[in-house]
């Protein structure tokens, strides 16, 4: 395939440069790729879906898609348009899954990559002591996890949903109720190969590369186009036990998950969720959880309250099931959810991971999956979650919620040092998820204006300086907002951005640097 001139003509987007304010909307005329061979190839046609993304807000056209079939066809483009320097505002955005929410893996005018096209290598498994994968960093974690229990083995860490690429999550950090334990993904992944902003490729790891490795894990797609990935293993369990119990009371609630969180032998699983004004959420679940005591269980009501779920799980092998068991019951025994509420279910290891996708089905079905999501994703510091709670529950959010309303609690020791990923300051944060939907055509309360100007109120309290509350999937629209997300780490992602990425090439959606002439 051969890749002739085309004309750019660009407009700036709101996006920052490290060292510049932002600029007024100007555009300018660009010509010429040489003549390029690509394994893959490239289109200029059809190429609406890379301006799309989950969030369904932001639709930036790029001037080219990339379908490579190799490291070279991403290496020999980032090269080239590194190699026009100053005189270029081309950029280039790695596109995994395209299941970002505020057009992170857009490039207006510019190009493209579909990870996904990517197949090498092909997934290859090593066994041993210290089992890992080596993956495209365009697969999707479903298509890893299968792959994987074919030979009994599994990633240790995830994300609720499956059907996103390893390059994506590894941007961010990806982080589900394994990551107490085991921490997030960045964690669990042992080496990267990485195309910089150069064009230059490199294999890094903490032996090798060190800074780079750091610089990409929670990277937000800044510092280098991840195109391989050695991933963790451990032996996959079977079976999982699911258990859901309810209460009416934050504290308690909050107690009985950092407990959970803190014990070493516990349950593998520690998630959470609120329940605001949703009786039909309840009774949707017995048609799948089966209430420990099925009388007294029937009988409570919500009555509007807002209620705190706690959500566990146990994994197994069928014939542990009786010590398990027993195991589960000691841990349920020292908690101080509403008796009456416990609700438990057993489903194979793929139906636990693969839950959200059930959900992605019936919501597709009825037309509700490509709906715009004003999602806000928040970190918060274990000792101001009650202080949040108090103002966001008893506030800003205490009649509807538009979507699942996640909250639980992580281990920060448990978190890799260095990385490029922001969190709080202290040992234990809670992951605070609005995982709103909007109807586009409402201007009620599940609208999206409403619920945008629910989100502000939200953040407009968690930016108060004192809180140490910091965004996950961080989204900004001016460099001050920028600084102060990254606080003193600041310094050193620039530096990095420098050294990997100078002209500000990479994920222009991020809208943290800006490309100028
Ligand atoms: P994209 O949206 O395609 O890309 C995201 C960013 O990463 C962009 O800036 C892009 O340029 C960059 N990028 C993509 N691939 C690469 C690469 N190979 N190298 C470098 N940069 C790259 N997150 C969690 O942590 N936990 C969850 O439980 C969770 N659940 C989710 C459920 C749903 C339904 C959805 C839609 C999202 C969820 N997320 C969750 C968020 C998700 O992890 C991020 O949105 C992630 O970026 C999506 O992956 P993707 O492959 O679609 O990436």
Same mark, same amino acid.
């Given at each position: ?75 020999? /483009? #980032? ?8 005189? !270029? +505002?081309?950029?280039? &955005?790695?596109?995994? =899954?395209g299941h970002s929410l505020e057009g992170q893996a ?87 190969? /990485? #195309? ?8 890094? !790891? +903490?032996?090798?590369? &060190?800074?780079?490795? =750091? ?75 089966n209430p420990k005591d099925p009388v007294q269980a ?13 959500? #566990? ?93 996640l909250i639980y609690p992580v281990n920060k020791t ?104």
């Amino acid at each position: 395939v051969f890749l002739h001139s085309f004309m750019i003509n660009r407009e700036h987007l709101c996006s920052n440069h490290p060292f510049a304010t932002p600029q007024t909307v100007q555009s300018i005329t660009h010509s010429s790729l040489p003549e390029m061979r690509f394994d893959g190839h490239i289109s200029f046609n059809n190429i609406e879906f890379a301006a799309k993304d989950f969030g369904n807000r932001y639709h930036l056209m790029p001037s080219a898609v990339l379908h490579p079939k190799s490291v070279s066809d991403i290496s020999s /483009v #980032v090269k080239y348009i590194f190699d026009l320097g100053l005189a !270029s +505002e081309l950029t280039v &955005a790695a596109r995994g =899954h395209g299941h970002s929410l505020e057009g992170q893996a857009q490039a207006y005018q510019g190009v493209v990559i579909s990870m996904e096209a990517l197949r090498v290598p092909e997934m290859s498994f090593h066994t041993g002591k210290r089992p890992y994968v080596d993956v495209s960093a365009g697969e999707l974690w479903i298509n890893i996890l299968h792959e994987s229990l074919k030979r009994g083995l599994a990633p240790r860490s995830w994300t609720d949903y499956l059907h996103l690429t390893v390059g994506g999550t590894l941007s961010n950090a990806g982080i589900s109720g394994q990551a107490f334990q085991h921490g997030p993904q960045i964690n669990n992944v042992y080496q990267l190969q /990485v #195309v910089t902003g150069r064009g230059e490729v490199s294999t890094c !790891s +903490e032996e090798q590369n &060190a800074d780079l490795f =750091h610089a990409v894990l929670g990277g937000l797609g800044q510092f280098g186009i991840i195109t391989q990935a050695r991933i963790a293993l451990e032996p996959a369990p079977k079976m999982v036990k699911w258990i859901r119990a309810l209460y009416s009371d934050f504290s308690t609630f909050a107690r009985d998950q950092e407990h959970l969180i803190s014990l070493t032998s516990s349950l593998d699983y520690v998630e959470g969720f609120v329940i605001i004004n949703r009786t039909g959420l309840l009774n949707n679940w017995r048609s799948s959880f089966n209430p420990k005591d099925p009388v007294q269980a029937d009988q409570f009501t919500t009555e509007g309250k807002i209620l705190f779920c706690l959500e #566990v799980a146990k994994y197994y092998n069928p014939r542990e099931s009786d010590h398990i068991n027993q195991d589960v019951d000691t841990l349920l025994s020292e908690l101080n959810y509403i008796r009456s509420t416990l609700f438990l279910s057993e489903v194979s290891y793929v139906d636990f991971l693969d839950r959200v996708h059930v959900s992605e089905v019936k919501l597709r079905e009825k037309g509700l999956w490509e709906v715009p999501h004003p999602w806000l994703n928040l970190l918060v510091p274990r000792s101001r979650i009650h202080e949040f709670a108090r103002e966001v529950f008893g506030n800003i959010v205490k009649d509807t919620s538009n979507g699942p309303v996640l909250i639980y609690p992580v281990n920060k020791t448990k978190w890799k040092s260095g990385t490029s990923v922001i969190t709080p300051e202290e040992d234990v944060f809670y992951l605070v998820a609005f995982l709103s939907s909007a109807i586009p055509s409402s201007t009620g309360k599940d609208g999206l204006e409403h619920i945008l100007s629910q989100n502000r109120k939200i953040l407009s309290f968690s930016q108060r300086p004192n809180l140490g509350i910091k965004q996950y999937l961080p989204h900004y629209s001016t460099e001050e907002e920028w600084k102060v997300h990254f606080g003193a780490h600041w310094e050193v992602f620039c530096r990095r951005k420098l050294s990997y990425d100078p002209l500000a090439i990479l994920a222009p959606g991020q809208r943290i640097f800006r490309r100028e002439k």
